[in-house]
């Protein structure tokens, strides 16, 4: 037993204190390592790809949805759009990814944590390093300027600058003025991967997608190529395809194949809550 | 020097609001107006203050500016070169005719220089006086005909102009194409390809802010608007996907790639077809607005006040509208 001793007080404070403030190294969550993606969720949405004339569940606005009725599928065999990539805040829903942590080699901190896509192998980088966002006019892309700050043991992700993209790739259009918060969460080898879309354009109210992974000790991400090619003789310049307003006669195949109510098909934000169950009830399948 | 660009700016200024039915809407307070600059590729930078967006290019050999807004924001627009490189400005090259663009031209032509000799000077008297401006030679003729206080004065007119499909330069290391496309925004439009840094300057041909102004008046067509786009996305060259690789800076907003030109050239052809239809069904100009074909592109590009019905109506007369309807 000794007596109070202010040097040595001082000392274990200081030290403590270090400790403290070195604190967002001890909620640093290692998120390095391939992640298989888990496609029970939502998984006709996902790899067959969502049915034209389904925006049930989306929140999307008038004009938005005025927009996707005239999209045509056709686009997709233009050379131009065939390697368009699925923007950082659709991306989630389709493929394994890796990650991996960058770090100044000398300080030892944390720069940015990288992500991986196997699909159309898109990469985008998280700062962690506290740089700001760009100017509004610097240029927008698939993947957006993304910065990261722990919270707790979750990465929190803000991310702007992200050109305009599909919500879901059926049509219906993300704007290039929407910001995307997402979390990563790890429960063990669990990845939960939580993606929120505030879009003041196309959007009634905020739109919330959530993708679960798991950890996939010595996986590999396999490569993928995309090389455009003319698979069709275009008719001329000025050329996209798309539907006039009212002649798309796919719109309704959804709803009628799934004995769904035309209203509730076309989507709103009021589709995405369970007391639409009752506006149900009073509507009929075409 | 500032006494020299102030002095000018007044006759300038009023040229600035020439252009009324658009972007070069004069802008009330220029003294609030602050001159941001964003790096664009190495040597390539843009200016944004207000009006259009200025392509700046340096290297050894000096400074090439792409369009020079407004005069009374020269000084801010020298001091964000100056901040950029110390050379002198040897070139500006104007995209088209609009005071938004142009307004500056005799200031900040007035700042540079031009290295003359040989078949450059004696009948050229004038030939070392300022910086060389190159146009097509429509926007010499547009610039050179308006009366009255809002012309533009003769110093800021372009000293070279050029018909034809394109003018080229190798200046500060790099090839450097002045693309005419022709009845687009107006009859004098030019966009600018700067081949090593693998940058567009668009001019107003690509805007990433509002729906297109078809000058009609001043020789602008859709036709040719959707032509101008086509070039772009003939020349870009995307890294992978729709990203990176060849930039564009818009004649207004963002910096921009493949993807952006490709998202304005659909919302062009889509909204141009859905009114080629009505024009073909017998509707009046009235009866096309009222059935709002940009409704869905309307968040995007529609906040401009009249820029939807601007459009329309310019899409609406070029594409061909029906006899008598000169409403």
Avoid at chain 1, 32 to 55: H, I, Q, S
Avoid at chain 2, 129 to 152: C, M, T
Avoid at chain 2, 268 to 293: S, Y
Avoid at chain 2, 302 to 313: D, L, P, S, V
């Amino acid at each position: 037993m000794t007596g109070f001793d202010p040097m040595r007080c001082t000392s274990r404070a200081a030290m403590l204190a270090s400790l403290l403030l070195a604190a967002p190294g001890f909620a640093q969550v290692n998120f390095a390592g391939v992640w298989n993606m888990t496609l029970t969720e939502d998984f006709p949405d996902r790899l067959p790809g969502p049915e034209l004339g389904d925006y049930a569940g989306l929140p999307l606005n008038a004009n938005d949805r005025a927009r996707a009725q005239s999209w045509n599928a056709s686009i997709l065999s233009l050379p131009d759009y065939q390697c368009r990539v699925h923007p950082s805040d659709y991306a989630n829903s389709f493929a394994d990814i890796r990650m991996w942590h960058e770090f100044d080699t000398t300080t030892q901190e944390l720069i940015a944590i990288h992500i991986q896509h196997f699909a159309w192998n898109t990469q985008r980088t998280i700062w962690m390093d506290g740089r700001p966002h760009p100017h509004p006019m610097a240029e927008h892309t698939s993947m957006g300027f993304s910065t990261g700050e722990w919270v707790g043991n979750t990465l929190k992700v803000t991310t702007t600058h992200l050109k305009e993209g599909w919500l879901r790739r059926n049509g219906v259009a993300r704007s290039d003025a929407a910001t995307v918060t997402e979390h990563f969460i790890r429960h063990d080898n669990h990845l939960t991967w939580s993606v929120f879309v505030q879009d003041p354009k196309y959007l009634e109210e905020p739109f919330f997608r959530n993708r679960d992974y798991t950890a996939a000790v010595g996986d590999a991400i396999s490569a993928y190529p995309c090389e455009s090619v003319v698979e069709v003789v275009l008719p001329e310049q000025g050329y996209f395809p798309h539907y006039l307003p009212g002649e798309n006669p796919f719109l309704i195949e959804y709803a009628r194949n799934h004995k769904i109510p035309s209203e509730a098909a076309m989507g709103g934000a009021k589709t995405m809550y369970p007391e639409y169950r009752k506006r149900l009830v009073e509507l009929s399948p075409p | 020097m500032k006494q020299c660009i102030r002095a000018a700016s007044i006759a300038a200024l009023a040229a600035a609001g020439f252009c009324t039915p658009s972007f070069a809407q004069a802008p009330q307070n220029f003294d609030a107006v602050k001159i941001d600059t964003l790096k664009v590729r190495d040597n390539i930078y843009m200016l944004v203050g207000s009006g259009g967006n200025i392509t700046v290019q340096v290297g050894d050999e000096g400074v090439l500016l792409v369009d020079t807004q407004y005069a009374p924001l020269s000084d801010k627009i020298l001091a964000a070169i100056r901040a950029i490189s110390p050379k002198p400005i040897y070139y500006i090259v104007d995209t088209h005719h609009h005071g938004d663009h142009t307004g500056g031209n005799a200031n900040l032509r007035a700042a540079g220089t031009t290295v003359s000799g040989g078949n450059m000077a004696g009948a050229i008297r004038d030939s070392g006086v300022g910086a060389a401006i190159i146009a097509h030679e429509n926007v010499l003729l547009r610039l050179s005909s308006d009366k009255g206080p809002q012309a533009l004065p003769s110093g800021g007119w372009p000293t070279s102009t050029f018909f034809g499909n394109k003018k080229e330069l190798f200046y500060n290391g790099e090839g450097i194409e002045i693309i005419h496309v022709p009845a687009a925004h107006t009859d004098g439009d030019s966009i600018v390809f700067f081949r090593r840094s693998d940058v567009i300057s668009a001019g107003d041909v690509f805007v990433t802010t509002s729906y297109p102004f078809i000058d009609t008046a001043s020789g602008g067509t859709y036709q040719g608007f959707v032509a101008a786009l086509e070039k772009l996305v003939d020349i870009i060259i995307p890294v992978y996907g729709q990203d990176g690789g060849t930039l564009v800076i818009p004649g207004h907003g963002r910096i921009s790639n493949l993807g952006d030109v490709l998202n304005y050239r659909e919302m062009v052809i889509v909204v141009g077809d859905r009114i080629k239809h009505m024009i073909e069904a017998g509707m009046t100009l009235e009866q096309v607005k009222a059935a709002k074909p940009t409704v869905d592109y309307d968040p995007v590009y529609g906040a401009r006040a009249g820029a939807a019905e601007g459009f329309i109506e310019a899409t609406y007369r070029t594409l061909g509208a029906p006899p008598g309807d000169s409403r």
